[in-house]
C-alpha cells in the first residue's frame, strides 16, 4: 500500500481506481473487514481546513481519493507528487460490476426516501457480487441513525451519500459500531446517480476533469459552492505552495515566519 501524503495539514492517500478497488476488495475479503473509504475534493479540502473534527476523521480513514482535478494540483504543487484522479462515483461503478468484490451485504444511506429506494434497486440489479439489504434517507438524527446501525452492526459494508460533513461524522459512528464493515462515504452525487435524478457528466468530461463544469451548469445549487470555495482553496493552495517553498505561510492579511 502506498504511504499517504499530508497536503498542508490534509491527509490524502494516492490510488489510482485499480488500487482503490483492490485495498476494497482486500478488506472485504479479510475477517477483520474494517476499512474507512472518502474522498478529498476542494470544497472538502476547504471544509477540513476549518473543522478539526472533520480534518480528524479523514486523518483517520484508510483510504483518501483525489475526487477531483483540483487535489491532483494541490498535491502536485505543494508535495511535488503526482495524485491520480479517482472519482469516487466512478470507483463504486468499478466495485459493483468487478466480479472479484466477494459477496457482500451492505446498507444504504442518504438523499431522500425515493432516491435511495431507487438507487438500491438499480445498484442490486447491476451488481451480482453487491446487495443493499436495506436503504435508509439521510435527512435523520443522529439517534436515528445509531439505532440503525446497531441492527445492522454486521452487516459487511456501509455506504453513505450526504452532505460534507455530515457524510463524514456518520462514517465516524459506522465504524465504531459496525466494527468488521468497510465504511465507504460514496458521497451523495453518487446516489443520485443511480437514482436517476442526478445527470452524469460524458466520460471524457470527466477524463479531463472538467466534471465540475457540468455540474456548475446542469446543477444550480452546486454554483455558490463553486464561486466561494473555489476562491478559498486557491487561497489555501497558494499558501501551502509559499510555505512548503520558504517556510513562511500568510494568515489573515500577516506575514508568520
Sequence with gaps: MKKKIIIDGVKLTPRSYAEALKDIIQWLEAKNRSGLVTYLNAYVYCLAKDNKELNAIISDADLVVADGVSIMWAGLLINRVWVPQCIMT????????????????????????????KAQAKINSISQRVHIVKAYSGYHDNQ???????????????????????????????????????????????????????????????????????????????RKRYLIHNIIFIYYVLNGLLKSITGIFVKRGEVIF
Excluded at 466477494?102 to 432516491?115: S, Y
Excluded at 452492526?153 to 463524514?168: A, F, R
Excluded at 436517476?196 to 466520460?203: H, L, S, V
Excluded at 468530461?205 to 446543477?219: D, K, P
Design 90 to 117: 466512478k470507483l463504486f461503478d468499478k466495485m459493483i460490476v468487478s466480479s472479484r468484490v466477494p459477496p457482500c451485504n451492505c446498507i444504504l444511506i442518504g438523499v431522500t426516501d425515493a432516491e435511495v429506494i
Design 144 to 222: 436515528y441513525y445509531l439505532e440503525v446501525l446497531k441492527e445492522n452492526m454486521n452487516i459487511g459494508m456501509v455506504l453513505i451519500g450526504m452532505s460534507s460533513p455530515k457524510s463524514e461524522y456518520l462514517c465516524k459512528l459506522a465504524r465504531e459500531v459496525c466494527k468488521n464493515a468497510v465504511i465507504w462515504h460514496i458521497g451523495s452525487g453518487t446516489i443520485k446517480c443511480y437514482a436517476g435524478t442526478k445527470k452524469r457528466a460524458p466520460e471524457w468530461v470527466s477524463n479531463y476533469g472538467l466534471e465540475w463544469i457540468h455540474r456548475f451548469i446542469h446543477e444550480k445549487h452546486t
